[in-house]
């Protein structure tokens, strides 16, 4: 299954519902992004489901948890992500390719109050419903980060799945720290002078 393939499951079985199942499913998931957007991702539920016009049931038989509809919402970033990672294949320096999506994943996952820390547990969990997002995030980082280190520009001890929960842990802390908007950029920055071969990124 390709990369982009993986996150677009749950739209894919979308498609197959009656008309009315799938109303019901677009409603729960447009209302889902607005009130993870304005609350977190600890938004309440039944407020999800009662906003979208239809009972919890509904809701869980849809979303079956909590991670089931923040995967959903957390797709469409997904796509886009994947879509980046491709593109900057091409970019002739491999290091900065590597940080400018980085600081994409850091700048969509701001979106959503919480979504780094689910994000973070849900590396550790195979079974939460935001694994399926976290396996084909991996591999088109992994493609990245290969480049930067076959270019000497990143040691070659640094993994992947390391790197992923860094980029989480600044997105938490610039989450945590709403006033000081330059954080995540600083942070991101001090991290990748510690991942370079030698000398200071200068990305």
Known sequence: MSQARAPRQAAQSARTMRADARRNYDRLLAEGRAAFA????GASLEDVARRAGVGIGTLYRHFPNRHALMSAVWEDAVSDLLARSHALLDDPQPCSALVAW???IITHAGE???LSSALMSASHDD???LARCSKPMREAGAALLARAQEAGAVRPDVSISDLLQ???AISLAAEETPDDPELADRLLTLTLRGLKADGPTTA
């Not at 304005?38 to 991702?41: C, D, L, Q």
């Open 127 to 129: 079974t939460s419903a």
């Open 38 to 41: 304005e609350h977190g991702t």
């Open 102 to 104: 980085l600081r994409a």
């Open 112 to 114: 959503y109050r919480g």
């Open 166 to 168: 860094l980029t989480n």
